[in-house]
T-cell receptor, first 119, second 117 residues
Framework: GAGVSQSPRYKVAKRGRDVALRCDSISGHVTLYWYRQTLGQGSEVLTYSQSDAQRDKSGRPSGRFSAERPERSVSTLKIQRTEQGDSAVYLC?????????????????FGEGSRLTVL | EDQVTQSPEALRLQEGESSSLNCSYTVSGLRGLFWYRQDPGKGPEFLFTLYSAGEEKEKERLKATLTKKESFLHITAPKPEDSATYLC??????????????????FGQGTILTVHP
């Protein structure tokens, strides 16, 4: 399809294990975002990258979350040493535009999310 | 830090009963305010972008308005298929060394809208 797809849709992990979530974005889109969505805290950005470079690791806790972009339209969110508080829906979103200068990032196109449950 | 607060948390309407959702925000420099719709088990779907106070956008039964402190999403004569969670997000500005500006989206917690037939 032409949309953003994420895999796996559901993931159960034992506390302390590392987890990798994949996002295939829309061809030609420049910026990829990872958001974490929970009932209590809404949606918060974890990291985003423009083209091939990872721009930012903002998020809580930033040290355990990182994103790699092996290809322009593919991103992998890695969560190290998972904790129960990491249980959430992880949403990937992409944008046609970059995030610098006067460019307008415009709308984001979201995937359906990966629901992570940490036991 | 940019902040977005949406109210009410949940809203139940009868079909045809018009109402409004509120999004209050604080941001150091507003590049844009976005409204998204999210259905259960799906990712958010873009509805509108508003850039400056006084701007309005319409789409079917929805109209979004913007002031310097808040945005409203007005729903006119809603139908059951309008039931969803409506998310508001602001795109702010921040600067890094070299003067380049970047925008990140900060989302509110959403308003769960239920429209009964």
């Amino acid at each position: 399809g032409a949309g953003v797809s994420q895999s796996p849709r559901y993931k159960v992990a034992k506390r302390g294990r590392d987890v990798a979530l994949r996002c295939d974005s829309i061809s030609g889109h420049v910026t990829l975002y990872w958001y974490r969505q929970t009932l209590g805290q809404g949606s918060e950005v974890l990291t985003y990258s423009q083209s091939d470079a990872q721009r930012d690791k903002s998020g809580r806790p930033s040290g355990r979350f990182s994103a790699e972009r092996p290809e322009r339209s593919v991103s992998t969110l890695k969560i190290q040493r998972t904790e129960q508080g990491d249980s959430a829906v992880y949403l990937c979103a992409s944008s046609r535009h970059g995030t610098s200068g006067v460019e307008d990032t415009g709308e984001l196109f979201f995937g359906e999310g990966s629901r992570l449950t940490v036991l | 830090e940019d902040q977005v607060t949406q109210s009410p948390e949940a809203l139940r309407l009868q079909e045809g009963e018009s109402s409004s959702l509120n999004c209050s925000y604080t941001v150091s420099g507003l590049r844009g305010l976005f409204w998204y719709r999210q259905d259960p088990g799906k990712g958010p779907e873009f509805l509108f972008t508003l850039y400056s106070a006084g701007e309005e956008k319409e789409k079917e039964r929805l109209k979004a308005t913007l002031t310097k402190k808040e945005s409203f999403l007005h729903i006119t004569a809603p139908k059951p298929e309008d039931s969803a969670t409506y998310l508001c997000a602001v795109q702010g500005l921040f600067f890094i060394a070299g003067g380049t500006s970047y925008g990140k989206l900060t989302f509110g917690q959403g308003t769960i809208l239920t429209v009964h037939p």
